[in-house]
């Protein structure tokens, strides 16, 4: 059979059995997204005071992180495999657009994934276990191995510690908001200095954020009755993304002076809960804010490992990355991505947020681009979720999120740029690199359809529509080849 990673015949085995449900989803895409409100503080101060943060974090899930979600969740349903924004990519404008997606938001989820173990360390410190320099770099490696060995034993370990985390990360600022009741005032919610307000902060952290909506879709293979169960868990994850943002801010601004919207960076929030509870409070948020971070790298490592293992089962990267362990999970996609993450863990905080921003937005322009020449190009594709608007209204929800990425693009440094050309450079070469080892048979490739299949546009607009159909039919049925421990596949790239 052609398709996805496995061999055998079809209808010998069953279909293999997919660990996601509706709650685990929702906080495996919370933590894609949010994980909490450790590291809104420093929009505060980017801000200048209250005021825009508030108003950044009302409005912005609107008119950013609604257009997205509801992007992920009609293409989720209507493509739902592990290659998810790939797939949609490719299947609006071919093989070559979609690798480079691909390829460059990969990079920026392992940058993102890259801050994580450092962040852990971080927290851990200011609460008072500082290690020294040698310690922290070993410290940081074995963080790294102990959460990738999590993910490579199995995505339902991974949902249900995700549950267990959102849990305890959030519940000590349920204990913050009761205590600074209070004591707020709600004139201190219109604070703002416009001599302190800092535009690329303040962008880059507001979306950084509120961004990665579209990742939890590279496990939409993963989840059972998809097309049910991914809508049902974008809408949950928006609500509680939202509310775990405003209402710890609302509380720690409302209820400290104005005047410290100076003090607020990364981490501050333990501040808070010391000014508002007492020492118990503050190290409660530490430790919330430590165990966050590890469900931060761990739903970010199964998004970036699975994709890789979507983009396997495609043909566009060397079939051992489709291959899964005994536990169901991509093991040499789960190394490659740990490896990435450990090159990268010794950069800044700083140059990490604003490089993995503009590659993600290089990205994400592709998915909107291939959303709405979707809707125009094929809008009878079967969409068991579609959002309740026409293709000229579908369009018309891009732009604000389009305006966004261009002003956070428009704020990056010349060095962002260099490097985010470079990333997309290496991305070009990669592509017409494996596409030459195809031709050479050195490395095992899957075919799961003709080459010309996977062109996503051509002259006929009933070419157009068999071409989308092919990736649709080719992916699903890789999607339901039952797993092996260490499979091998059996169909080569000729």
Known sequence: MTGGGGG???GESPPRRRPLTVLPLVALIFYDV???????????????GALLPLLGFLVLPV?????????????????????????WVSAAFGPTAAFLVGFTKWASGTLDNALYPVLFLDYLRSGGLALPGPLRSLAVLALTAALTYLNYRGLHLVGLSALFLTA???????????LA????????????????????GYFNSMFWNLNYWDKASTLAGEVDEPRKTFPKAVFGAVGLVVGAYLIPLLAGT????????AEWTDGFFSEVGQRIGGPWLRVWIQAAAAMSNMGLFEAEMSSDSFQLLGMAEMGMIPAIFAR??????????????????????????QEIIEFLNFLYGLGMLAVFAAFVKLRFKDPDLPRPYRIPLGSKGAAAMCVPPVALIATVMCLATARTF??????????????????????????????????????????????????LEDVRAVLLAADNVPAAEEEVPTSKAE
């Open 418 to 467: 260099v490097v985010s050309g470079a990333v997309a450079a290496a991305g070009v070469a990669m592509y017409f690199g494996l596409e030459h080892l195809k031709t050479t048979g050195w490395v095992e490739f899957l075919t799961p359809v003709p080459s010309d299949s996977f062109h996503g546009s051509s002259s006929s607009a009933d070419d157009d529509t068999n071409d």
């Open 324 to 349: 899964r362990s005994r536990h169901g999970t991509p093991t040499y996609s789960i190394l490659c991505s740990a490896a990435g993450v450990v090159v990268l863990s010794f950069m800044s905080f």
């Open 63 to 87: 008119l950013w992180s609604l257009p997205e979600a509801l992007i992920t969740a009609e293409l989720a349903s209507a493509f739902p495999t592990n290659a998810g924004y790939v797939a």
């Open 34 to 48: 949010s994980g909490g409100p450790f590291g809104i503080e420093d929009s505060v101060r980017a801000g200048g």
């Open 181 to 200: 009741i209070p004591k707020i005032r709600p004139s201190r919610w219109l604070a703002v200095n416009p001599k302190a307000i800092d535009p690329r």
């Open 254 to 261: 409302g209820a400290l002076p104005s005047e410290t919207a």
């Open 168 to 178: 305890f990360s959030l519940s000590p600022f349920v204990a913050l908001t009761a």
């Open 8 to 10: 055998g015949i079809e």
